[in-house]
């Protein structure tokens, strides 16, 4: 067996690391990729790439979408790789415009669909969406300097986002979760109580549960497989019809999850919200007594007893019944009730934690590099050396670091 890479016009073989990967990338790891899929039968876990959306729409539009906006590379404020995040949610826009596109063709309607992006970040998305013609803005918790690059028509706010009924959006059509963290397992729950027509967007990354870090339970499965299944769960659960699909990114977390519609009637609201209640209480290790009967449509309820995580290792010895912090049909009719849906969530810092010395002044930094270089060159070790016309020098070689 011979498999081999070649690159026609390679003068105009402009790298993205999506469409046009990078040569190095070609050579070094695809090829080696290619020889292993080719002799391996391995069924895969994931979806197909771009299942849910016509592939060719999608490359035309990602093609625009990259010419449009490739000057963001060049002027690129953060200290993020500019190539990865501007690429990145270029092709996350192009695939959320056709998915947006055939849905309006679904529907019978023109007028585009609105969105949330909760914790936008570096606000390019909301940025990319807006500038396409879909009324939305971005929150996130803290500011970016290159939001002021943007311009008056990106609406970008600073804000955290705390899970109760004031941070509800019942006049929008999509809510998004873009690498979302601590808000990605909420971003389901909020979606099903804005409003019955509210749909969502989740491109899930770091593993969050709705409080703290997700804890893995299942052996048999990637810890990333398992987070999948935990958000389709959720999305299930405050019944949506949850559909996977493998977006085309530079990221190894690049499976989304879309809720497009509802797998009940807008007239058992109330119910399915109980349910949505008491299994979100269910994963902090207290079940919620459901009130009613359970609807034939509706998902599979967390039976009561199932404390920690209810993923299919439940304990049944451990029964305790709590009383729901908002009840169903507050929810059901828009009430405005104080106080988040589960008091021990709580959104991240303002102020990013310095976790390295990447963030420390530059002079202080110059400062210790050079008393430790005149601390090591005081311990003198001379050393001859010979110059090209034959002369004699010697040079101070310096002493070791000490160990304690």
């Given amino acids: 067996m011979f498999i081999s890479v070649l690159i026609f016009c390679p ?20 090829l080696a990729k290619l ?37 963001m590379v060049k002027v690129w404020p953060e200290v993020t790789d500019p190539e990865k995040f501007v690429y990145e949610d270029v092709a996350i826009a192009a695939y959320l415009l056709i998915l ?16 949330v992006d909760l914790g936008c970040g570096n606000g390019l998305l909301v940025h990319i969406l807006s500038s396409e013609g879909h009324p939305g803005r971005g929150i996130d918790v803290r500011r970016r300097k290159i939001w002021d690059m943007y311009g008056s028509q990106t609406w970008l706010e600073e804000g955290a986002i705390t899970p109760n009924d004031k941070t509800l959006f019942p006049d929008v059509d999509w809510l998004i979760g873009n690498h979302s963290d601590e808000l990605t397992p909420w971003i389901p729950v909020i979606a099903a109580r804005s409003s019955y ?21 299942q052996s048999k499965k990637t810890q990333y497989r398992e987070y999948l299944d935990f958000i389709k769960e959720v999305g299930f659960t405050c019944g949506f019809h949850v559909e996977e699909d493998c977006l085309r990114i530079p990221s190894t977390k690049r499976v989304c999850l879309v809720g497009k519609s509802r797998i009940y009637p807008p007239t058992e609201e109330a119910l399915i919200d109980a349910q949505r209640t008491q299994y979100i209480t269910s994963r902090r290790g207290c079940p919620v007594r459901l009130p009613g009967r359970k609807p ?45 849906w589960l008091p021990e969530f709580h959104p991240r810092d303002k102020a990013e934690r310095v976790k390295n010395c990447a963030t420390l002044p530059r002079d202080f930094i110059d400062q210790v590099v050079l008393q430790v270089a005149n601390l090591l060159l005081g311990r003198k070790q001379l050393s001859p050396r010979s110059s090209q016309n034959g002369s004699s020098k010697t040079w101070n070689g310096g002493g070791k670091p000490t160990t304690t």
């Fill in 11 to 30: 003068e105009r073989w402009h790298s993205d690391g999506i469409l046009y990967p990078k040569p190095t990338w070609l050579g070094e790891e695809l």
């Fill in 35 to 71: 020889a292993r899929w080719s002799v391996e039968n391995k069924r895969s876990e994931f979806k197909s790439t771009l299942s849910l959306i016509s592939i060719v729409k999608y490359s035309k539009v990602y093609q625009e979408l990259k010419e449009k906006y490739k000057e």
């Fill in 100 to 115: 947006w596109e055939e849905e309006r063709a679904e529907r019978g309607v023109t007028a585009k669909q609105s969105f």
């Fill in 197 to 217: 027509g509210c749909r969502f967007f989740v491109l899930p990354c770091c593993f969050f549960d709705f409080v703290g870090k997700y804890r893995r339970r």
């Fill in 296 to 340: 034939s449509t509706s998902p599979p309820r967390v039976a009561a007893g199932c404390v920690g995580h209810c993923d299919g290792h439940r304990s049944p010895d451990i029964k305790a019944e709590c009383v729901p912090e908002t009840s169903p049909a507050q929810h059901a009719a828009g009430a405005q009730v104080e106080g988040p």
